[in-house]
């Protein structure tokens, strides 16, 4: 799905070192297809030992932070293990965007590759991000990938660097498949010539 503009409401997990495997536990990687791993998201910090009831300390299901499609966290967001299932339980959750001080790199580029746009800061423009979610009632961010600016519901303006590469396939709403699928005329003249080649004809 093509992304540029979002306004969303913000999940803030002000959390240093948050892994893959606290994302999404192993136990929960067995599934073929990419969809369903949101319901696992965060596992143990979300559900109680019999895995249905919500803890009350961790409100990502529950009043102002339901249906948040933007997530604030802290330094090497994303590190551990490389697991791609992060980032697939992350957007089928509903997250859009990540903005973060820092990522591990593995998971920042499976990120971009499933189409979720995660967003380096500075820390002190992050820690001021998670003082004015603090302070609002219902705290939202408007992220702009065209123009590369974000800007929160209490006033803060930030600029953020994006990889123009992935900028554009993530404007366009296109991953690696759908990038090479664009040169299926020249794949295909390639594979008839390199035939021609090899048979000698």
């Not at 006033?155 to 993530?170: C, H, N, Q, R």
Request: glycine letters at 8%; aromatic letters at 12%; a negative charge.
């Amino acid at each position: 799905m093509a992304f540029n503009h979002l306004e969303g409401k913000v999940f803030p997990l002000n959390r240093d070192n948050v892994d893959t495997d606290q994302i999404i536990p192993k136990q929960f990687l067995k599934r073929i297809e990419r969809k369903g791993f949101g319901q696992f998201l965060f596992y143990h910090w979300r559900f109680e030992d019999d895995g249905k009831t919500l803890k009350q300390d961790f409100q990502l299901d529950t009043g102002k932070y339901s249906d948040s499609e933007i997530l604030l966290g802290g330094k090497n967001f994303g590190c551990g293990s490389s697991r791609e299932h992060a980032p697939w339980s992350l957007q089928d959750f509903g997250f859009k965007v990540i903005i973060a001080k820092s990522y591990a790199d593995i998971f920042y580029n499976n990120c971009l590759k499933n189409g979720i746009l995660p967003i380096r800061l500075p820390e002190d423009t992050v820690d001021a991000l998670f003082k004015n979610e603090k302070k609002a009632d219902l705290y939202k961010i408007e992220v702009s990938l065209g123009s590369q600016m974000l800007c929160d519901s209490e006033g803060l303006i930030a600029s953020f660097e994006v990889d123009p590469y992935w900028k554009t396939m993530l404007m366009k709403g296109l991953d690696e498949i759908d990038l090479t699928l664009q040169y299926g005329g020249k794949i295909e003249q390639y594979e008839k010539q390199n035939e021609v080649n090899v048979l000698g004809i």
